[in-house]
């Protein structure tokens, strides 16, 4: 036998197969690399689009491809348990109003509704702690954060959204988070007043996502077709308005259900905190919502 043939053919062999095996673990790497989808051009068609209505992007756009599936949500019943317990001795007397159940005490009023949403209004504020004249935002936040925790709110589940100032109260907005995405339908939003927190709403939804669903998992439609679906839906501004944020996430209306189907949504808010958002599957302008 002639040795050297052997070896020829034993190292052609073992190239090949490196070969074959190299190629398909590149392709399994391609496979899970995020696809660009949006060209420079795309994107100047759709700012093109927006600044015909007056509209004007000032923020960064995700550009690549992305999937997503429906999610399955209902209401979120435990914060509202761990409220009236907090507080269980606080409360002097139950009352019914609006369909809510009403909790009344010396210090504070918790508002609880069959949708699942809590509204606790306290009194006579509560109190920030180390007030200073002109807080910077970032320390507003985190002490305001450090009172809602004190008294029993779990803000694991919510991320900050934006803020409004009004006069001489602020309105400091969350929005709920699931599997690292905002979940727009569940919110959380605290309204301040002199250094004090005058009133709290929650509203939190536990999602899910059935083994079906994420079979069924589609890309989404690229932010630059969300904009355009935008802009063709908008009526011409007669102001400049500017769009601060663009996000994939999922929203739907609140219903008085036990269980409802949530879609993925391109939001997209605007500098007076208008939010719009746009099916991330059909490309469809659900609604258009202010924040109040």
Known sequence: MNLDRAKTILIIAFLGLNIFLGYHLLAQEADRLPLK??????LQEAEEHLAEKNYYLHTSLPLWAQKSAFITVSPHRAMQKELVN??????????????????LGK?????????????LVYKNGLEIPNKTARPAEEDLLRRVEAALRQNGFNLEAVRFDYM????????????????????F?????????????????????????????????MVVI??????????????KSPRRRRIIKAELGYFSLEYDAE??????????????????????????????????
């Open 37 to 42: 989808v949006v060209s420079a051009t795309d």
């Open 86 to 103: 907090r507080w269980e001795k606080e409360w002097t007397r139950t009352a019914y109003r609006g369909g809510a159940t009403v909790y």
């Open 107 to 119: 210090e504070a009023e918790l508002s609880i509704y069959p949708t699942g949403l809590v509204e």
């Open 164 to 183: 409004e100032v009004l006069d001489r109260s602020l309105i400091i907005h969350y929005y709920q988070v699931y599997d690292n995405k905002p979940l």
């Open 185 to 217: 339908s569940g919110y959380l939003t605290v309204f301040v007043s002199a250094n004090r927190i005058e009133a709290v709403e929650l509203y939190l939804l536990d999602p899910s996502v059935q083994a079906e669903d994420q079979e069924q998992e």
């Open 222 to 235: 690229p932010v630059t077709e969300a904009l355009h679906a935008l802009a063709e839906g908008l009526e």
């Open 259 to 292: 269980m409802w189907e949530v879609p993925p949504v391109w939001r997209f808010l605007t500098d007076d905190n208008t939010a719009f958002y746009v099916n991330a599957f059909t490309g469809i302008l659900e609604m258009d919502q202010k924040k109040d």
